[in-house]
């Protein structure tokens, strides 16, 4: 078949290193479908393209690569927008390539016939609509480029049905890129990492000024250390000056849970304690009290001008690749004070915490308080586990207690907090490791976004091992409820619903656990399985996650 502007684009993707496309079946995009049989692009195709489309961005967050959904026109993008948002609130290189009506009986009411962009420019780097087949290639290409550009995001491009048919010879800028060679044979791979420029001297300067005056500072890694492959770096500065380190989304496992210089449960203190809280690839937000920290003095430092915390009005702010603004303060900088006293202070808060959760983490309390499920998992888990969390209150909890010790292995939703997350990143989870263990941790409520997508996992033959924390209610919004009202509506769930037996009807296996006694066994079980497997614990609705965000 001659090629077309589906071709194109496939042929672009190729390029990049795409290998796997994930989708939901629409007839809009057939021609990309088309192209992808053709360069052996693996579509995988879902039940929502919500799924789709987080399992897109799953796969851009485990690879630090792009990740591409392809959706149909209409619902099919509308579908779509939650994931795209959580995307760009990530900063995730998410490439999502849409279906449109054809442009040639625009207006006239066309199948499924509506413009796309103006529901997706606020929460994209660029939404664009290629109606030129001959362009494809092309605008594929600059879209990958640009959602891998720091600061990241995703890309949002259109095609025409009609156009998207089309034969087509690449035109334009696109034959510079020699797109003739890459549709006959599949070219080579065009893929590179694309670096934010070096901070300015200036930048680096002051905050090693402020570093090396500091008693008492305390650094915090964020997602985007992992995005810009700056973990090393990271650790040699806290190493080098001797600072005390906490982690936060991908930035966990950056440095290993169990190193000495690393604190979760000391969190609290060190930053109410602290006299410069150095921040480090994450925005200024809720999970960081907004970037302000006691009296503490903050430095911001981020790989693009755009992501900077003005709100906080930050005493320096460094803007640049990690990796390049980590080295050079850790060169320029020298700390004046003895870090030892600080250390062990820090040390000894995370001792007195963790001796007060033992009981919770091994008690045998009847229904399962949720942290006894993290208690005995802890123990499964391998250091490269990939864990992945979609939920409220049952997953908070991982949040605090499931320690990660390599880069890359913790997906949660990140401050948008949007639920349905887990089935997509589940799936782009086992194609991208699939030696390791990959486990997904769902609340009952959030199995209801995505839990049909399953049948995803078992049709693909993607084992993962999935534990539901089913308390029966919407535990988030319950018990603040009750404190606030007196009262709640609209926060109850079926008690006890056996959501191993759906997963089961769906081709994959699971059990309902009811005591802590035996979940040991049944998490043995699921490992072994080679299956989809859903464990189904009932836990206690009576405990209500300890909060002290401020989210306003």
């Known amino acids: 078949m001659e090629a077309n502007g589906g071709h194109q684009a496939a042929a672009a993707l190729r390029a990049h290193g795409v290998d796997v496309v994930y989708t939901l079946s629409g007839g809009h995009i057939f021609p990309l479908y088309d192209g992808c049989v053709q360069r052996e692009i693996r579509l995988l195709d879902v039940r929502h393209e919500q799924t789709a489309t987080f399992a897109a961005e799953g796969h851009a967050k485990l690879t630090r690569g792009i990740g591409v959904a392809a959706v149909t026109a209409g619902p099919g993008v509308t579908n779509a927008i939650s994931p795209i948002t959580s995307a760009h609130f990530n900063g995730s290189p998410v490439l999502v390539l849409g279906g449109r009506a054809p442009q040639g009986r625009w207006g006239s009411g066309s199948l499924q016939e509506m413009d796309h962009l103006p529901l997706v420019r606020s929460i994209t780097k660029r939404a664009e609509t290629v109606f030129d087949p001959a362009a494809a290639a092309g605008a594929v290409h600059d879209a990958v480029t640009e959602a891998l550009t720091p600061h990241r995001g995703p890309v949002f491009l259109d095609f025409p049905l009609d156009s998207f048919f089309l034969p087509a010879e690449p035109s334009g800028e696109a034959q510079g890129h020699a797109w003739r060679e890459l549709l006959e044979d599949g070219g080579v791979r065009l893929s590179r990492e694309v670096r934010a420029p070096a901070p300015g001297s200036d930048q680096v300067l002051a905050a090693a000024r402020l570093l090396s005056d500091a008693e008492r500072p305390v650094l915090v890694g964020g997602s985007d250390v992992w995005w810009d492959g700056a973990w090393q770096a990271l650790a040699n500065l806290a190493q080098e000056l001797r600072i005390p380190v906490v982690l936060n989304g991908m930035g966990r496992g950056c440095m290993p849970a169990d190193h000495e210089l690393v604190f979760s449960r000391a969190r609290s203190v060190a930053f109410r304690e602290a006299d410069l809280v150095v921040v480090v690839g994450t925005p200024l937000d809720f999970r960081l009290g907004f970037g302000h920290f006691g009296r503490a003095r903050v430095v911001h430092i981020q790989d693009s001008p755009s992501v900077l915390g003005g709100h906080a009005s930050p005493a320096a702010s460094v803007a640049g690749d990690l990796n390049s603004a980590l080295t050079a303060i850790a060169d320029a900088a020298t700390r004046r004070s003895d870090p030892e006293a600080w250390i062990e202070k820090l040390r000894g808060a995370e001792q007195t915490k963790r001796a007060g959760e033992r009981d919770e983490l091994e008690g045998d309390s009847h229904p399962i308080h949720p942290a006894r499920v993290y208690g005995i998992l802890s123990s499964k888990l391998d250091r490269d586990a990939v864990v992945i969390c979609d939920g409220g209150d049952f997953v908070s909890y991982a949040g605090k207690l499931v320690e990660s010790y390599t880069p890359g292995c913790w997906l949660d939703p990140g401050p948008y907090g949007c639920l349905g997350t887990g089935l997509g990143y589940a799936a782009a989870a086992r194609i991208v490791h699939p030696d390791r263990q990959v486990v997904l941790l769902l609340g009952d409520g959030a199995f209801g976004f ?46 006890e619903t056996a959501y191993d037996a759906v997963v089961k009807a769906l ?39 300890p909060r002290s965000s401020n989210l306003a």
């Not at 534990?467 to 709640?488: A, C, S, T």
């Open 507 to 545: 081709g994959g296996a699971g059990e309902t656990v009811e005591k802590a006694s035996e979940l040991p066994d049944a998490l043995d079980r699921a490992f072994e399985s080679g299956v989809p497997y859903l464990i189904n614990v009932l836990t206690d609705p009576s405990v209500a996650y």
């Open 450 to 495: 995505s839990g049909l997508d399953f049948d995803t996992l078992v049709r693909h033959r993607l084992p993962v091992v999935a534990i539901v924390g089913n308390n029966g209610i919407w535990g988030l919004e319950k018990h603040p409820m009750q404190m606030l009202y007196g009262y709640d509506v609209a926060a109850d769930l079926r008690q």
